[in-house]
C-alpha cells in the first residue's frame, strides 16, 4: 500500500507528530487530493491543547481549508478529474442527515453521537499531510490557467478563499444588498477583516467596528480609496458607542444590516447591543463568532423595530460557487490585491514553527501555510 507523512495528534499533552501514514485507496463518492497548502490560524495552539473546547477522535490528523491537486478520483465521479486543482472545505455533512456534521480534522461530536460516528469514521483525518481523503462535494474546481498564469495569484494566496466564502455565506443570510450600510464588529480579526472586504465586493457600505484603533487604521489605509468605508472605535459605553455607530451611518438614520464574529473573550461585551441598537428599521444581524455563553440583547428594541435576527454556520455548496465565481471574474480580488501577505511558508516537519508564526500574525492581513 502507498503511503505519505502526516502529522498525527494523539493527545491534548503533546503536539502532533510527523509519522509515516497508508494512503488511503479512492472509493465511491470520495477523492484523493495531493495537498499543496493548508491554513494554519493563530487558534491552532488552541485546538491542540484543547483550549478551543472541539470534541476530537484521537488520534487524528489535524488541519482545515486546503488547496490541493486531485490524485485519484472514486467511479461515480461526473466533474472531478486527477490533476485539478481544488479547493477543500472542511465541513461534513452526514449524507443521511444532513443535520449531522462535523468539522474533519477539527470539531467531531460528543462520544456515542452520530456527529461522533462521522468523526470517528470515514472523516477522522484534515489536511495536515501530504494526501488526504475528502468527499466528492468537499472539492470545488479552480481555473488553474485563470487564477495562477493570468491573474497571477499563488497557492497559497488562494487560501483566503476560507475566510472569504464564511463572510459571503453570513452576508447572504441577511441578503446585504449593493448601496446597503452594513456594520462588521469585531472587525479587525482574522474572518471579520475579509468580511469589511467582502461587503465591499457586494456593493455595500461599511462601518467597521473596533477597540483597536491601530488595526482600524490598516483596515482604512486599505479600503478607504473604495469611499464606502468608515470605522468606529468602541469605548465600552453602549449609548456612546451606539451613537458613533449610528451617526456614521448615512443622514446618521442607521443601517440595514449587521454582521458579528465576536470572538469567546467577548462574552460581556456591550458592543452587540450597541450594534443591534444603531441598525435602523427592519435592520438584519447574522451571528457568526464564536461565544459559548449568553449576550445581552435589547429586546423591546427588537420588537418595535422588526429587527431580524440570525445565526450562519459554515457555508453551503452555492456560497463556494459563487466566490469563485467572484474571484475568477475579478470582483473579488485576492493576496496583495486584497491587502493581505504570506507570513510565512513551512513544511510539516517546522509545524511548531509555523504555529508560532500564526500566532504572531493575527488579524486579517496575514495568512500562514503549511506546504505539505
Given at each position: ?88 472545505d472542511h465541513f461534513i455533512k ?12 477539527m470539531c467531531g461530536g460528543q ?34 490557467q485563470l487564477l495562477i498564469s ?223
Amino acid at each position: 500500500m502507498a503511503q505519505h507523512k502526516a502529522l498525527v495528534l494523539s493527545s491534548h499533552t503533546e503536539l502532533p507528530k510527523l509519522t509515516t501514514v497508508p494512503t488511503p485507496e479512492v472509493q465511491p463518492g470520495q477523492a484523493i487530493v495531493r495537498i499543496l497548502a493548508v491554513r494554519i490560524s493563530k487558534d491552532t495552539r488552541g485546538l491542540i491543547t484543547g483550549k478551543v473546547p472541539f470534541p476530537l477522535s484521537f488520534p487524528l490528523t489535524p488541519g482545515s481549508c486546503a488547496i490541493g491537486r486531485v490524485a485519484a478520483v472514486g467511479p461515480d465521479a461526473v466533474s472531478l478529474k486527477p490533476g485539478q486543482l481544488v479547493y477543500l472545505d472542511h465541513f461534513i455533512k452526514a449524507r443521511d442527515d444532513p443535520s449531522i456534521n462535523i468539522l474533519m480534522g477539527m470539531c467531531g461530536g460528543q462520544p456515542g453521537t452520530p456527529a461522533a460516528k462521522l468523526m470517528d469514521g470515514e472523516w477522522r483525518n484534515g489536511y495536515f499531510a501530504q494526501y488526504a481523503k475528502v468527499p466528492l462535494e468537499n472539492a470545488f474546481p479552480l481555473d488553474e490557467q485563470l487564477l495562477i498564469s493570468d491573474l497571477g495569484y499563488s497557492i497559497p494566496d488562494l487560501i483566503s478563499l476560507c475566510s472569504l466564502v464564511l463572510t459571503l455565506s453570513g452576508l447572504s443570510e441577511i441578503n446585504v444588498q449593493p448601496g446597503e450600510t452594513v456594520i462588521v464588529a469585531p472587525a479587525t480579526g482574522g474572518f471579520s477583516g475579509m468580511g469589511v472586504a467582502m461587503a465591499l465586493a457586494l456593493g455595500a457600505r461599511v462601518i467597521a467596528v473596533s477597540r483597536n484603533e491601530t488595526a482600524l487604521k490598516e483596515l482604512k489605509n486599505f479600503h478607504g480609496k473604495t469611499g464606502r468605508f468608515t470605522s468606529v472605535v468602541l469605548k465600552g459605553d453602549v449609548e456612546a458607542d451606539t451613537k458613533a455607530i449610528k451617526d456614521a451611518s448615512p443622514q446618521g438614520k442607521g443601517s440595514q444590516a449587521y454582521i458579528d464574529w465576536s470572538p469567546p473573550a467577548a462574552a460581556l461585551s456591550t458592543h452587540i447591543t450597541s450594534c443591534i441598537l444603531a441598525l435602523g428599521a427592519g435592520g438584519r444581524a447574522v451571528f457568526m463568532g464564536a461565544i459559548f455563553s449568553n449576550v445581552s440583547i435589547p429586546y423591546s428594541y427588537v420588537m418595535y423595530n422588526n429587527i431580524q435576527i440570525k445565526g450562519r454556520y459554515m457555508s453551503e455548496r452555492h456560497s463556494f460557487e459563487q466566490l469563485i465565481r467572484m474571484i475568477e471574474s475579478g470582483i473579488m480580488p485576492l493576496g496583495e490585491k486584497l491587502g493581505v501577505k504570506v507570513a510565512g511558508e513551512f513544511g510539516l516537519d517546522q509545524f511548531g514553527q509555523a504555529m508560532t508564526t500564526a500566532e504572531q500574525n493575527p488579524g486579517w492581513s496575514r495568512i500562514v501555510v503549511l506546504t505539505p
